[in-house]
């Protein structure tokens, strides 16, 4: 039914940019909290960034600063500004929508992820 779609990963030098997009095919983006998650091999699944239907963002230290989360809700489009590219940011990162109020997991939707490899 919500199905999210992501874009932009590749590989790219340490010090680079990149910009990850995300779209989602329903007609609710607006009630949805949007973030990006990432996962690396062995690694546990972990918080990037995320906003909020009123336009608030929250991101961990290891990339504030570095990342920017944007959302246009024209588009359905939720977007993840990658700045200052370390080699630990290597990973598959995912889209993520949570339905804005609601319980954990009840309205919660995933991407199929996008590669991020960060190497000379």
């Known amino acids: 039914q919500v199905q999210l779609v992501e874009s932009g990963g590749g590989l790219v030098q340490p010090g680079g940019s990149l910009r990850l997009s995300c779209v989602e095919s329903?007609?609710?983006?607006?009630?949805?909290?949007m973030a990006w998650y990432r996962q690396a091999p062995g690694k546990q699944r972990e918080l990037v960034a995320s906003i909020t239907p009123g336009g608030n963002t929250n991101s961990p230290d290891s990339v504030k600063g570095r990342f920017s989360i944007s959302r246009d809700n024209a588009k359905n489009t939720v977007y993840l500004q990658m700045n200052s590219l370390k080699p630990e940011d290597t990973a598959v990162y995912y889209c993520?929508?949570?339905?804005?109020?609601?319980?954990?997991?009840?309205?919660?939707?995933w991407g199929q992820g996008t590669q991020v490899t960060v190497s000379s």
């Open positions: 993520n929508a949570d339905l804005f109020g609601s319980r954990r997991g009840e309205y919660t939707y």
């Open positions: 329903g007609s609710n983006f607006r009630l949805y909290v």
